[in-house]
Structures are given as structure tokens and as C-alpha cells.
């Protein structure tokens, strides 16, 4: 079992920035793939952003390709995005997941674990 605590969100004007971190429990965390994805108001869950275990391959949506950057500490048991250049789209609960397969996925499904959840509210 994997338990995900996210932190990091909150208000920001357009063009700031915000770094989310997620911490994660058990000494496995470096064997899955780890992604944030996000969620407005009436849309789906959509990936922003994936990271294989190495840290070594990466894979983002392409409406926030050359602003977001999502990295990992392994020894710290943690995954980061960086939001820089943040606009109003950006609006989000942003999710923290884990993954047992072993490449860069996309899709929800394939995400075994889920942290809660947090806000992140970009004003125009």
C-alpha cells in the first residue's frame, strides 16, 4: 500500500508560479512511475505531467509543455511539478499518482495509488 500527501497548492496570479510536492509512504516508491494529473470543475482527469522511475523519461500534456517541470527524489521519497508561467486554465485540483508500470502512462486507469488532492487557483 502507497500513500500519497500532496502539498504546494493555492492562489496565484496569472504568469506566477507554484512548485506542488508529494510525499510518499514505503520504501518502494522508487519502482513506480509517478504522474500529477488535474481535474476542473465539470471536465475530466487529465494528465499534466508523468516521470518513470529513474527520473529519466517524462511525458507532458501539451498545453502546459515549456511551463510545468515534474521531477523526483527518490531518497526523499518525493515528486515535484514546478508551474511557472501559470494562466487562468491552469485551475485545478491537481492529483498525485503512482503507478506499478514500468513506462511513462497517460492514462488514469493504469494509476494504483491517489493522494487527495489540492487546489490550485489561478486569477486572471
Known amino acids: 500500500q502507497v500513500q500519497l500527501v500532496e502539498s504546494g497548492g493555492g492562489l496565484v496570479q496569472a504568469g506566477g508560479s507554484l512548485r506542488l510536492s508529494c510525499v510518499a509512504s514505503?520504501?518502494?516508491?522508487?519502482?513506480?512511475?509517478m504522474a500529477w494529473f488535474r481535474q476542473a470543475p465539470g471536465k475530466d482527469r487529465d494528465l499534466a505531467a508523468a516521470i518513470n522511475w529513474s527520473g529519466g523519461s517524462t511525458s507532458y500534456a501539451d498545453s502546459v509543455k515549456g511551463r510545468f517541470t515534474i521531477s523526483r527524489d527518490n531518497a526523499k521519497n518525493t515528486v515535484y511539478l514546478q508551474m511557472n508561467s501559470l494562466k487562468p486554465e491552469d485551475t485545478a485540483v491537481y492529483y498525485c499518482a503512482a503507478s506499478r508500470v514500468v513506462t511513462v502512462t497517460r492514462e488514469t486507469y493504469e494509476y494504483d495509488y491517489w493522494g487527495q488532492g489540492t487546489q490550485v487557483t489561478v486569477s486572471s
Open positions: 514505503g520504501r518502494t516508491f522508487s519502482r513506480y512511475t
